[in-house]
T-cell receptor, first 115, second 113 residues
């Protein structure tokens, strides 16, 4: 069955520190992978996506993610976090060219920033 | 260009009542999706419209939920009668083509007492 696991429910980091949010997936075919962010009162915003090619993907707001097929992982990173990065982050898979239209989300990781 | 809008932003109703959520997709987007997140769980797919037709409704939890998209523009999601376990945030998304990026609205927070 297709699934996405985000093992960290809540993470707190200091402003200026580096960040890594973990994501593991289970998917029958080559996955299409996404990271979304939801800030308070806002909708889900796409940070970045991986379809194929270079396994290191650059996104908006200085985020990047690396696809590792051998580990079924797609971890999100940022070298230096800002207070405005406090939000909830969702890893997701699908849709792809041969799969259904629905996106499958992980349960989310809430990020807090320590001043 | 306006994004996906949802109304209301928050609804509080009692068990057994009816609630209707509305979603206005981005203009020109034929594909419209409904998702929901119940407390502490992952965001789950409910259904997908292509224009006014239901392409995939495999995520609809039961027959208390009715989604419509008359004329292929805005969509409504009616819950009748509402139960306690229906509480959560309901998201709507739209995309131009089926494999394009889905743009999400801010969600409607539904609280059933």
């Amino acid at each position: 069955a297709q699934s996405v696991t985000q093992p960290d429910i809540h993470i707190t980091v200091s402003e200026g520190a580096s960040l890594e949010l973990r994501c593991n997936y289970s998917y029958g075919a080559t996955p299409y992978l996404f990271w979304y962010v939801q800030s308070p009162g806002q909708g889900l915003q796409l940070l970045l996506k991986y379809f194929s090619g270079d396994t290191l993907v650059q996104g908006i707001k200085g985020f990047e993610a690396e696809f590792k097929r051998s580990q079924s992982s797609f971890n999100l990173r940022k070298p230096s976090v800002h207070w405005s990065d406090a939000a909830e982050y969702f890893c997701a898979v699908g849709p792809g060219y041969s799969s259904a239209s629905k996106i499958i989300f992980g349960s989310g990781t809430r990020l807090s920033i320590r001043p | 260009e306006a994004g996906v809008t949802q109304f209301p932003s928050h609804s509080v109703i009692e068990k057994g009542q009816t609630v209707t959520l509305r979603c206005d997709p981005i203009s020109g987007h034929d594909n419209l999706y409904w998702y929901r997140r119940v407390m502490g769980k992952e965001i789950k797919f409910l259904l997908h419209f292509v224009k006014e037709s239901k392409q995939d409704e495999s995520g609809m939890p039961n027959n208390r939920f009715l989604a419509e998209r008359t004329g292929g523009t805005y969509s409504t999601l009616k819950v009748q009668p509402a139960e306690l376990e229906d509480s959560g945030v309901y998201f709507c998304a739209s995309s131009q083509a089926i494999y394009n990026e889905q743009f999400f609205g801010p969600g409607t927070r539904l609280t059933v007492l």
